[in-house]
């Protein structure tokens, strides 16, 4: 992938993220889509942080319960997947809001 392709791609997901973590929490939660970068501050001070990283090609999560991880996208499965593992950044997101919200966040 080359870098424009990387750009458009990574700003339609944090664009889609945004949307998508606003409607699924936005009641308990302070969800800010800025100069590309997505933060979601819960009630209780914690913050997530996601954010594209150019030089990489990556998208960047910092999260208050798993930490952080990069993400590159993965063309044959269509998603930006972690680079120590085999999750990708939806699923992610999707288990940490679940057990922040008490119920099943899916944020596709």
């Given amino acids: ?8 791609l990574a700003a339609k997901t944090l664009e889609s993220l945004f949307e998508a973590i606003d409607d699924a929490i936005g009641d308990d939660a302070d969800v800010d ?3 590309g ?5 819960l009630e209780d001070g914690r ?7 150019a030089p990489n090609l990556q998208i960047w999560l910092s999260s208050p319960i798993s930490g952080a991880a990069h993400f590159a996208f993965d063309e ?6 972690s680079t ?3 999750e990708t950044l939806m699923e992610v ?10 119920e099943q966040v899916s944020l596709s």
């Fill in 93 to 102: 997101l999707n288990t940490e809001f679940s057990q922040i919200a008490g």
């Fill in 47 to 53: 913050a997530y942080v996601v954010n594209k990283h």
């Fill in 33 to 35: 889509f800025d100069n």
């Fill in 84 to 86: 120590r593992g085999g």
């Fill in 76 to 81: 044959a499965i269509g998603a930006w997947l």
């Fill in 1 to 8: 992938m080359d870098a424009s392709a990387f750009e458009e």
């Fill in 37 to 41: 970068i997505l933060t979601v501050e």
